[in-house]
């Protein structure tokens, strides 16, 4: 055999040898995790995933695996949870060893695990509590807080209004509006909705959640070793954080300039009071870093997460044309024309409260969940969980669960309702998680859901461009988040 034969051999020996060794040694490591897939080498299951439509390849995996499954994206064990039961399990009955946060490789490269949303130990918990205080001080669930919604509920309906009840994208507009809440718990301020910085951060805002459903950020997230080979997705999505935290940051210095510990105005005033009592304290996580990242995960969760929901639910009314008119006669019954939506009114209009929930329930906003992590080595059924462990708890199997919701693919606001026509509360209804590291604001996004929703439709009645039977409600393709497609509607004087 020539010289360059045995080389070639020798290679090829060489590969193989460590293919065995490493799918041996996968084995071995992965020995008292669930079960799953056979991994190969250095892609993991990457195979075993359709990027197009990821939930789908979640749920055939849990069809052979059961609820609890391991897949290996790269090289790195991923625990998957698929069920209300086992979620529960985790999150609330043994919530405390589940309370880290996975890692997301371009979430983790741009905000290095500050923040609110993606820091683990004992920075989460210290900005979790001061945040938490502020925003009930605040008011958030109390009327302070109703007001500004209120308030920018108008502000919208106005907006609408200049549309004359042409075809509208209500893309932008639908965005302003919780944007501008968030602004003013941040910076108790609001911009109009002309104005071009915060146009601007409108535009990075969207741009961003777009970006997270790209097949490149989601082929990024599971291969981090290769962002070497990837597109520039992951630049233009840092490039667009760092605008938006020199929009807070503009803020910021603004507030130091005038800022009185004694009487703190909104978000910005109560963290630099913090900054300020424990500057001394060299162990403190409040500095200014965090405070940038901490609002910009505050713009990020308040701002796309809300408007994509209100963009959906009037698509989903609009294909449903006996929803609307439903709505409308309990808005017309309960409150009527001239007065202003209140969140009291929610406890009168049972029909227009089911809604709201059922689509939150069908539109499944964030299917797979924000990765979890166990802080320590922990039994969890039958199986041992290495501390660090990163965990998928799944939110869309619970939310389609057929036991629960039957039908769970049709808009059915009978799901919410009694027989007796009252609204039925359920436990599988968890679009914003469940347990420790559920969403922060969830009662703000709630009450905003509300008051938004019957605000336009006291105001408008919806109509589609074209027939409501032919309006296609599914997304392009189904990944990090669920984004509504593309549409117009009209907006016609009610």
């Not at 625990?79 to 983790?108: M, S, T, W």
């Not at 439903?326 to 007065?339: A, L, P, T």
């Amino acid at each position: 055999m020539d010289p360059w034969g045995l080389t070639t051999t020798a290679l090829l020996a060489c590969v193989l040898l460590l293919t065995f060794l490493y799918l041996w040694s996968q084995g071995f490591k992965r020995g008292k995790l669930p079960p799953g897939p056979t991994p190969l080498p250095f892609i993991g299951n990457i195979l075993q995933l359709d990027f197009k439509n990821i939930t789908a390849s979640f749920s055939q995996l849990a069809e052979k695996y059961g609820p609890i499954y391991t897949l290996y994206f790269g090289t790195q064990p991923v625990v998957v949870l698929h069920g209300y039961n086992i979620l529960k399990k985790a999150l609330i009955d043994q919530g405390d060893a589940f309370v880290d946060r996975g890692i997301v490789p371009i979430f983790e490269d741009v905000f290095k695990g500050q923040g609110i949303v993606f820091s683990r130990g004992e920075r989460w918990k210290h900005i979790r509590r001061f945040s938490l205080m502020t925003l009930r001080n605040f008011g958030m669930g109390k009327r302070s807080i109703e007001e500004r919604v209120q308030v920018e509920a108008q502000c919208l309906v106005e907006e609408l209004r200049k549309t004359k009840g042409q075809p509208t994208d209500p893309t932008f507009i639908l965005g302003c509006a919780p944007c501008n809440v968030i602004c003013s718990v941040l910076f108790h301020d609001r911009f109009k909705y002309s104005d071009e910085k915060f146009l601007n951060l409108m535009k990075l805002l969207n741009e961003n959640f777009q970006l997270l459903n790209s097949p490149w950020v989601q082929l990024y997230n599971i291969l981090p070793a290769f962002r070497v080979y990837l597109p520039g997705k992951r630049k233009m999505f840092s490039r667009n954080v760092k605008e938006i935290q020199q929009f807070i940051l503009e803020r910021v210095k603004e507030h130091q300039k005038i800022l009185d510990p004694n009487n703190p105005q909104d978000y910005i005033d109560c963290y630099l009071s913090k900054m300020q009592q424990e500057k001394d304290n060299s162990h403190s996580e409040f500095d200014l870093e965090n405070l940038l990242m901490t609002g910009t995960n505050l713009f990020a969760a308040g701002t796309e997460t809300t408007s994509s929901t209100l963009r959906y639910g009037l698509l989903l009314i609009l294909k449903h044309p006996e929803v609307q008119a439903k709505i409308h006669e309990e808005i017309d019954r309960v409150i009527g024309r001239n007065r202003v939506p209140s969140i009291k009114d929610r406890q009168d209009m049972p029909y227009t409260d089911a809604v709201v929930h059922e689509v939150q329930r069908v539109i499944n906003l964030l299917p797979l969940n924000l990765p979890h992590a166990v802080n320590q080595d922990i039994q969890f059924q039958e199986y041992i969980l290495p501390k660090g462990t990163t965990i998928y708890p799944l939110l869309f199997p619970v939310l389609c669960d057929s036991k629960e919701f039957p039908n769970p693919d049709q808009f059915d606001p009978q799901h919410f309702l009694d027989k007796n026509g009252e609204f039925k509360k359920s436990d599988y209804f968890m679009p914003f998680s469940i347990g420790k590291r559920s969403c922060l604001g969830e009662g703000l996004a709630r009450m905003e859901l509300f008051l938004f929703f019957t605000t336009i439709l006291q105001n408008f009645t919806l109509k589609s461009v074209g027939d409501p039977n032919e309006i296609n409600i599914m997304t392009n393709r189904v990944g990090f988040t669920n984004i509504p497609p593309y549409y117009q509607l009209c907006f016609l004087p009610h």
